[in-house]
Structures are given as structure tokens and as C-alpha cells.
């Protein structure tokens, strides 16, 4: 169950990104040549959410499969990818000028707070408005279910 867990995450993900690139796309959609930065979506929650799609779809198939050479092979795959990611930064720095510095500041790059609560808890959660200081990011949720402090 864990596996197919993680491959519908990977797999919607995926879709998500996707559909919102698509959506902010003005003319013909080319995934390789952004002409907007896309920050709404997934892009709120992660910079990269294809990469981490990719990364839960084949945790995913390895967990259904049993297979412990996943878990082995992941993380050095990941370090591969981040040097891409890293390139793949600079030329969106390059093409979107001040506006992806100020992007990349608010949203983490992988995998971060706001994700995992964006995640885990209700769409009613705080972790989902822009970072207020002083405000806890996210309220978790109590034994039967509801929102605490609500």
C-alpha cells in the first residue's frame, strides 16, 4: 500500500506540475523554454515538483516490487540530478531576472515544511498562506481528526 501510495503521489504530482505549466503557458507550451515563471500549483511548494514526482514514482514501483535496490540507488540519483537542478536555476535566475531569487527564497527546492504539511494535513492549514513571522507554520492535527486551536 505504501508503494502505491507513493506512485499516485509521484504519478499526480507529476500531472499537477503539468497542467499548471500548461495553464500559465501563454502560446504554444514548450517544457524545455518556460516564458513565465510558474510559482502557483505545485511550484508553491516545491521549485522542482517533476523531479520529486519522478523521485516518489520509482520509490513507489521499487516499494511494490520489494526491492531494496531502490532504496540503494535513490539518493545517488538524486545527487546526480541536483547538479541539473543547479544549472536548471541558474538559466531560470538568468531568464526571470529578480523574480526567482525572490521565488527561491520563499519556496524550498525539494521537499520542505510547507510540502509535507500541504501533504499531511487539511487544505484549512496555515502552512498554506504565505509565511507569516511569529506564526507557527502548521497545526496538527488531533486524535479525532480536527484542526487544534481552531
Known amino acids: 500500500m505504501a508503494g502505491q501510495g507513493l506512485l ?27 516564458k513565465e515563471l510558474v ?35 535513490l539518493p545517488p540519483e538524486v545527487l546526480a540530478e541536483h547538479r541539473y537542478v543547479l ?24 521537499l520542505g515544511w510547507r510540502f509535507l504539511c500541504a501533504t499531511i494535513y487539511s487544505a484549512a492549514s496555515p502552512c498554506l498562506t504565505p509565511r507569516t513571522e511569529g506564526r507557527a507554520p502548521c497545526r496538527p492535527l488531533n486524535p479525532g481528526g480536527s484542526l487544534k486551536n481552531r
Open 8 to 34: 499516485l503521489a509521484g504519478v499526480g504530482l507529476n500531472l499537477w506540475a503539468l497542467a499548471e505549466r500548461r495553464r500559465r503557458s501563454a502560446g504554444p507550451f514548450e517544457l524545455e523554454r518556460p
Open 39 to 73: 510559482t502557483s500549483g505545485p511550484y508553491a511548494l516545491t521549485r522542482h515538483p517533476m523531479y520529486v514526482g519522478w523521485w516518489f514514482l520509482r520509490l513507489g514501483a521499487g516499494t511494490m516490487a520489494g526491492s531494496s535496490w531502490v532504496l540503494a540507488t
Open 87 to 110: 544549472r536548471e536555476e541558474a538559466l531560470l535566475a538568468e531568464l526571470f531576472g529578480r523574480s526567482y531569487p525572490k521565488y527561491a527564497e520563499k519556496v524550498p527546492r525539494y
